[in-house]
């Protein structure tokens, strides 16, 4: 049996801790040991989501008040900006999985251009992995400090990766058009994000400067070896979770940019390359945490 390890989950009671406590609890390799959610510390977490009723969780607490002595590892799910400094301060010997976007960028001068204020913890920045496994598996097992990538960037660096890496595709002519359910907004109320303003219909926004766009850039500039910049247009669907992207590329045949793709993952446990024409759709991969994708031919 390999040793369960402790953990504790900063701002537990948003969307992305509900989302990882849900997946963490039947982990067999992990224990819950800690929630925290300072607005909302001496609640049970089952009085916030009552789905997760009976599973032995840990009431809610500051997390000033957490004993980090008996912990192994830590997620931290609390907001952009807050997050840095917060780590910045816990105990060396904690493993630290952050899923905001404090430590993704790896210039601190890009993270202050886009999100509007100096990055806090420049020193731990240099020493932080990018999470995207399927790509970082190696260094993610050595790293004190993973920054867990955005939910967009996601959905376009796992097509996209293997096809510069390769070769395959033109770098300069890439075109991303992403589609995204409204809980990746966060749990906080705003008028915009109210089911009046939502439903019945679908709007782009952050076009041309979403924050997610130097994210992609960065990755994307790894894996071709030279500076990268795609045309990203993000959009929000009247539904609750789930990310459709649809990329343009042009490149090698339709054919062998699909067998590029097969032959990356054909070992990835979350990740799928559908068989023949079948199209993804946000309802295969719904409450998990994988991945679907196809490759098809354009007009010519």
């Given amino acids: 049996m390999t040793k369960q390890l402790s953990i504790a989950i900063l701002g537990a009671s948003g969307y992305t801790g509900a989302e990882l406590i849900r997946l963490l609890r039947h982990h067999p390799s992990v224990a819950i040991k800690a929630l925290t959610a300072d607005s909302k510390a001496g609640q049970p977490i089952a009085a916030i989501y009552p789905h997760l009723v009976g599973l032995g969780l840990p009431d ?7 004993d980090w002595s008996g912990i192994d590892a830590v997620f931290c799910c609390l907001p952009h900006g807050t997050t840095q400094e917060i780590v910045a301060k816990l105990p060396a010997h904690l493993k630290v999985v952050d899923l905001s976007a404090d ?13 509007g204020h100096a990055h ?13 496994v399927e790509q970082y598996r190696a260094d ?10 955005g939910c967009y960037p996601t959905s376009i660096l796992l097509p996209l990766l293997p096809l510069l890496k390769a070769g395959a595709i033109d770098a300069n002519a890439i075109i991303a058009d992403s589609k995204s359910g409204i809980t990746g907004a966060g749990r906080a109320a705003k008028e915009a994000n109210l089911f009046t303003e939502l439903n019945e219909g679908i709007n782009a926004y952050g076009i041309g400067n979403h924050r ?9 500039s790894v894996a071709a070896g030279a500076h990268v910049e795609i045309t990203f247009t993000p959009h929000l669907m009247p539904m609750n979770r789930g990310i459709l992207s649809t ?12 067998a590029i793709l097969e032959k990356t993952y054909k070992d990835e446990p979350f990740v799928t390359v559908l068989p023949g024409d079948s199209l993804p759709s946000t309802r295969q991969v719904r409450g998990s945490n994988r991945c679907v994708m196809n490759v098809f031919a354009g007009r010519k």
């Fill in 60 to 66: 809610l607490v500051k997390h000033e008040s957490v």
């Fill in 103 to 115: 430590f993704r960028l790896r210039d601190v001068a890009s993270y202050a251009q886009w999100y």
């Fill in 120 to 132: 806090s913890a420049v020193a731990l920045q240099a020493e932080a992995v990018y999470g995207l």
């Fill in 140 to 149: 993610i097992k050595k790293a004190r400090l993973v920054a867990c990538p």
């Fill in 212 to 220: 997610h766009t130097p994210e992609i850039e960065q990755e994307l």
């Fill in 247 to 258: 990329l343009y590329v042009t490149g090698k045949s339709a054919a062998e940019i699909k």
